[in-house]
């Protein structure tokens, strides 16, 4: 198997020879954006929607990406089976390009490409099975005006700063919550809550990014018949729930059995979250876009 196959700006590098430059915006002023995608059994996860995602965000920060759609999704392609992975992750950047030591943007002549496919692991495997202690951290996610989470900016240093804070006291997850005391996601996941047979997720407006994982589970409690919000939740919500589950493209589906010391539900998954972690697996195993075929 070949591994390490890196796409820089339509050209293939080995790990060891991809470089890009110093004078990057991406590397200066973290000025760019990306994207994660996961890949099973030879199938990129939900390809399409993460490449709207990803030419959604460079529209709201007036990033022109040089290729159009369907070259960018043959790049993703092309690049996965250099690769020969039919089990992993992709990570896709794009920054504003090469320009001067300023932050004017319009020193950039063109918006530099890297698309990386490798394995990932964000947490132990039997963390997925007993369930991860998280604590609320104090570094806040940024007002929706001032910086939008719903552009996946490839300046990560809130989520960085928050991701300290849970090394600091010893836990594996955190929780993130807006300027008004209101839960927004994890470090790097979006959250569910589950009260009484209640699926709860925080909405967009309190400063979220719209994960793809998200949507998908969103998509999967309708199937199964959960009644399922968008709501304001509090850390009170949090430490009465049955069940709270996170989300994401890195981390899949994992169990949350403690909160600030709390423990949720009997300290153990709760069923409801096992549900969506089997049918999770059946729908990333058996759905995607298609490489080897």
């Keep these: 198997m070949l591994s390490n196959i890196i796409y820089i700006d339509g050209q293939f590098y080995s790990k060891e020879d991809a470089k890009i430059s110093v004078y990057d915006h991406g590397l200066l002023y973290g000025d760019g954006i990306f994207e994660g995608l996961r890949i099973y059994n030879g199938r990129i996860f ?35 089976r250099r690769n020969g992975l039919r089990d992993g992750y992709i990570r896709t950047l794009v920054t504003r390009g090469v320009g001067n030591l300023g932050i004017d943007p319009r020193s950039c002549s063109k918006a530099t490409l890297v698309i990386i496919v490798d394995k990932i692991a964000l947490y132990p495997a039997e963390l997925y099975e007993k369930g991860i202690n998280v604590v609320t951290v ?16 490839l300046n990560y240093l809130n989520n960085v700063m928050a991701k300290i804070e849970v090394n600091l006291a010893g836990a594996q997850g955190g929780i993130m919550l807006n300027h008004d005391g209101y839960v927004t996601e994890g470090t790097a996941d979006n959250i569910f809550v589950i009260k009484n047979g209640k699926i709860v997720t925080t909405p967009k407006y309190v400063g979220i990014l719209e994960g793809i994982t998200r949507n998908t589970i969103m998509d999967m409690a309708a199937e199964y018949g959960h009644p399922l919000l968008e709501e304001a939740l509090t850390r009170h919500d949090l430490f009465v729930a049955d069940e709270i589950f996170f989300t994401g493209s890195g981390a899949e589906i994992i169990p949350v059995v403690k909160v600030d010391g709390r423990e949720i539900g009997n300290g153990k998954p709760g069923p409801i979250t096992w549900q969506f972690i089997n049918g999770y697996r059946q729908v990333v195993n058996s759905t995607g876009y298609s490489v080897f075929e």
């Design 46 to 80: 939900k390809l399409e929607e993460h490449i709207d995602r990803l030419y959604d965000s460079a529209k709201s920060i007036m990033l022109n990406i040089p290729m159009t759609w369907q070259e960018m999704i043959d790049a993703h392609v092309e690049t996965v």
């Design 138 to 153: 104090a570094t806040r996610r940024p007002a929706v005006d001032a910086l939008t989470p719903r552009v996946k900016s």
